[in-house]
């Protein structure tokens, strides 16, 4: 079993910036493509950003030139910089890791994930 754990979190203002860390333990054993999502209150999850095992990534277009996603594959840890932030992006972040299986990646699809993070709390203010 793998364990997502999640860090960097918190209150920033409007045109702040934040960080946010996910790093996996436990039953390492698998190659992982990495994904966040976010879900504000009274809305659904909805898919942030994610990088394939290769390094290939993908932004929903609200955060394309705002939010960078990386990895550390030697730390098993998937990162966000998160920069320009708006009240909009206020949500709880969840991180997601994808055992690399070969078939098609549908990114953007909750189902296609395998273990996620407990979450972290984003609140940009006005």
Same mark, same amino acid.
């Given at each position: 079993? %793998?364990?997502? %754990?999640?860090?960097?979190?918190?209150? %920033?203002?409007?045109?702040?910036?934040?960080?946010?860390?996910?790093?996996?333990?436990?039953?390492?054993?698998?190659?992982?493509?990495?994904?966040?999502?976010?879900?504000?209150?009274?809305?659904?999850?909805?898919?942030?950003?994610?990088?394939?095992?290769?390094?290939?990534?993908?932004?929903?277009?609200?955060?394309?030139?705002?939010?960078?996603?990386?990895?550390?594959?030697?730390?098993?840890?998937?990162?966000?910089?998160?920069?320009?932030?708006?009240?909009?992006?206020?949500?709880?972040?969840?991180?997601?890791?994808?055992?690399?299986?070969?078939?098609?990646?549908?990114?953007?699809?909750?189902?296609?994930?395998?273990?996620?993070?407990?979450?972290?709390?984003?609140? %940009?203010?006005?």
């Amino acid at each position: 079993q %793998v364990q997502l %754990v999640e860090s960097g979190g918190g209150l %920033v203002q409007a045109g702040g910036s934040l960080r946010l860390s996910c790093a996996a333990s436990g039953r390492t054993f698998s190659s992982y493509d990495m994904g966040w999502f976010r879900q504000a209150p009274g809305k659904e999850r909805e898919f942030v950003a994610a990088i394939r095992w290769s390094g290939t990534t993908y932004y929903t277009d609200s955060v394309k030139g705002r939010f960078t996603i990386s990895r550390d594959n030697a730390k098993n840890t998937v990162y966000l910089q998160m920069n320009s932030l708006k009240p909009e992006d206020t949500a709880v972040y969840y991180c997601a890791f994808r055992i690399v299986n070969g078939r098609t990646y549908y990114y953007g699809r909750i189902p296609e994930y395998d273990y996620w993070g407990q979450g972290t709390q984003v609140t %940009v203010s006005s």
